[in-house]
């Protein structure tokens, strides 16, 4: 069974730090790409950052404006997205995505299948 889980989000204070891991259970991560997205109330899911599978190229949104790194590590079947320099408009809940493909990489919820349940980052003094 295909199961993502988020974990190391949580409150911190505006130009702060947070590191979020994606670990993956059931099927390896070596050939999947692998998306992170976020979700604020009342606004529509947006993609964040994806690392691709075979190449390990990454993409951010406009957004990150180099405030985040995201990477995997294929050995422990996890994807880490670093977030800092953190500000209140970064608050969300934050989720993993997975989706089987060696080269393809991509920031629109829709081409991915697998989720994770998400992790509530709050930025806020």
């Known amino acids: 069974q295909v199961q993502l889980v988020e974990s190391g989000g949580g409150l911190v204070q505006p130009g702060g730090s947070l590191r979020l891991s994606c670990a993956a259970s059931?099927?390896?991560?070596?050939?999947?790409?692998i998306g992170w997205f976020r979700q604020a109330p009342g606004k529509e899911r947006e993609g964040v950052s994806c690392i691709s599978a075979s190449d390990g190229n990454t993409y951010y949104a406009d957004f990150v404006g180099g405030r985040f790194t995201i990477s995997r590590d294929n050995a422990n079947n996890m994807v880490s997205l670093q977030m800092n320099s953190l500000k209140p408009e970064d608050t969300a809940v934050y989720y993993c995505a997975a989706e089987f493909s060696p080269t393809w990489c991509s920031l629109s919820s829709e081409d991915f299948g697998s989720w994770g349940q998400g992790t509530q980052v709050t930025v806020s003094s």
């Open positions: 059931g099927f390896a991560l070596d050939y999947y790409a």
